[in-house]
Every structure is written in structure tokens, then in C-alpha cells.
């Protein structure tokens, strides 16, 4: 489908702080992620080797083994403090709840928003109130891309439909989820998003791939951005933690491959995610500090390559627990569709 239609001292030394307590976070997480390794090695050694090249493979890398410790089976997933909104691109506003967040693409002809947080209040209270104090209108809002169908991403989505007659878009598999689930602050079905599908709103073309595993229908979008005279291509991986059932793991792990090559097609240099998994937040602190300094959402087509060979390495980890566990005569119940977010 396609659509034509200063920091003064004071909020310097509190964003300074604020990265700090990020980086903290970041640290403690990544000091967890080695004690639930040492559990992994306790309960079963099956996918252990492969976790361990991906932590080799990170390297010291901040943003790969913030993906590792995402990845790694039964982390707490961090509920940070919500930071203010940001422009992470000339043309891509950064709107987040802390432990979600959503992206707005700015265009000539309206806004494309990325996820819409949890709920109508955050819509109201986030997602609105931000856009004005970065210098967009939403009531220009044209579009809700809903990655997918957990309510941590779709819970602003009708809100903004009803206020700005926004169109809402998902996959067909994960509309019917939400028909099946019946959650709270559900959007209304409208708009099915078809696998590879250009949205195009103001000379901006947004290209969305399915990407299923963490749900049947996960979406994952490919946007250009733009900062000054520097043209970017940026990939946002629609949903990370990943299910728990041998066949979901395996569509997962298909779905890294699919998208892997997508984003090498389309030369993707920047990676961007919807949760704090990635260090994120604190790169968004960065950003904020140093506007004028390298861009710290830029890793570069090969460091974003890489982002998805971790990302690999961590899946073959799951898969090879899962039929260890298969093998023992265990089972583990709940699969993609039941995962609660992220």
C-alpha cells in the first residue's frame, strides 16, 4: 500500500546523570547475563558453546552484548526510567516509556509512527505532549505501524486513530492473534500489512518484511533517516524475545536469516530497537549530550551485520536447549503467542 496523502547547564548535568544511572544499569545487566550463563551450565550445557561464541563475537562491543544479555534464556528485562523525547535523526523522533518505545518517521506529508507504547494514557501522556516538544504536529499522525500484536506496542494505536484518524497497520496473523487473545485497548482491525510492503508517505519509503517467531505475525521495518546532508538506512527488529517451542525457534531463526539479507540489500548501517536491549537508552543519552558528535545509532553495515550473527548465535543456543529438553522429556508450553512483550 502506498499513501501520498539547548541544553542549559541544569538539563546538561541531569542528562549526564541520567547516562550514568543507564550505563549502571547497563553494566548490572551484563554482570546477570554471566550468572545466568553459570545457571544455563547448571541446569544443561546443550546450547551453552553457542552463547558463548556470541559473547566472543560481541567483544566489547556495548550494543551486541546488550543483545546478548536480552537473548540470554530467563533475564529480567531491565524497567528503566522513561527519558525525554528525542530527535535520533533529522527525520526520526525517539518517544519512549522507558522499558518501550516508539519511533516516529517525519515526513513532508505527516508522521508514520512505529508502535504506539502501552496504553491510551501513555499515548496521551507520551507519545502526544513529545511530538510537540520536538517540533511535530500529531495531528499530522498519518499511520500506526504496530511491529506486533502485544500491547505493549499496540496499546496507543486506537487512541491516536480515534483523536487524529490515524490509520492502524499490522500483520493478518497478528490481527487475528489479538482477535483470539481479546486484550485490553485493542485497535480495531483496519489496514494488513503484506510481506516486503512499501509505505511511502511524503517522499519517505518505509519497507516493512515479516519477520514471525516472537509472534506469528512480527513485522520489522527498514527506514531511511537522514541527518544533515548524510542519507542512513535504519533496521528495527520487531520483536526480540524469542518464543519457546522448537518450530517457533526455528521460524525465529528463519526469520534473522530473511531479514539479515533484506538489510544487506538495502545497505542498512543503522540498528534501532523498540525495547532497552541493544544499550539503546544509553546511546540515546549519548546523542543527547554530544548532538554534534558521531551518532552512536550509526554502527556501520558491518557492525550491523554482526548485530545479526549474535543474534543468530544466541537462537542456535535456544534451539539446541530446547531439543536437550525435548530429549529429557520436558516440554515448555507456551510459544510465541503467548510471550508477554519485547
Known sequence: MTSSPHHDDLASHISRRRFAQLAALGLAAGAGSLGLTSSAVAAGVAGQVYYD???????????????????????????????????IFDNLAFLSAGWVSAMAVLTDDGIVLIDALT??????????????????????????VVTHGHDDHFGGAQYLADRYGARVLMTPADWDLIARTRPDNAPTRDLEIA?????????????????????????????????????????????????????????????????RDRMRQASVDVELSNHPNDYGLQRAEQL???????????????????????????????????????????????????????
Not at 550491523?304 to 529438553?325: K, S, W
Open 53 to 87: 561464541r556470541a559473547r566472543t563475537l560481541a567483544g566489547s562491543d556495548p550494543v551486541l552484548l546488550g543483545l546478548v544479555t536480552a537473548l540470554t534464556p530467563d533475564v529480567d528485562f531491565p524497567r528503566p526510567p522513561a527519558p525525554e523525547p528525542l530527535k
Open 119 to 144: 496504553s491510551p494514557v501513555e499515548a496521551e501522556g507520551i507519545l502526544v505532549p513529545g511530538l510537540r516538544e520536538l517540533g511535530a504536529d500529531p495531528e499530522t499522525i498519518k499511520y500506526v
Open 195 to 259: 510481506d516486503g510492503q512499501q509505505l511511502t508517505l511524503g517522499g519517505t519509503t518505509i519497507h516493512l518484511h515479516y519477520t514471525p517467531g516472537h509472534t506469528p505475525g512480527t513485522v520489522s521495518p527498514i527506514i531511511p533517516v537522514r541527518a544533515g546532508c548524510e542519507r542512513h538506512t535504519a533496521m528495527l527488529w520487531g520483536g526480540m524475545n524469542p518464543p519457546n517451542t522448537l518450530t517457533e525457534l526455528s521460524t525465529y531463526r528463519a526469520s534473522i536469516h530473511s531479514f
Open 288 to 342: 543527547r549530550n554530544r548532538p554534534d558528535g558521531v551518532n552512536p545509532f550509526v554502527l556501520g553495515q558491518p557492525r550491523t551485520q554482526r548485530f545479526m550473527a549474535v543474534m543468530d548465535l544466541m537462537l542456535r543456543g535456544r534451539i539446541a536447549d530446547a531439543e536437550a529438553a525435548e530429549a529429557r522429556g520436558e516440554s515448555r508450553s507456551h510459544g510465541a503467542s503467548m510471550q508477554p512483550c519485547c
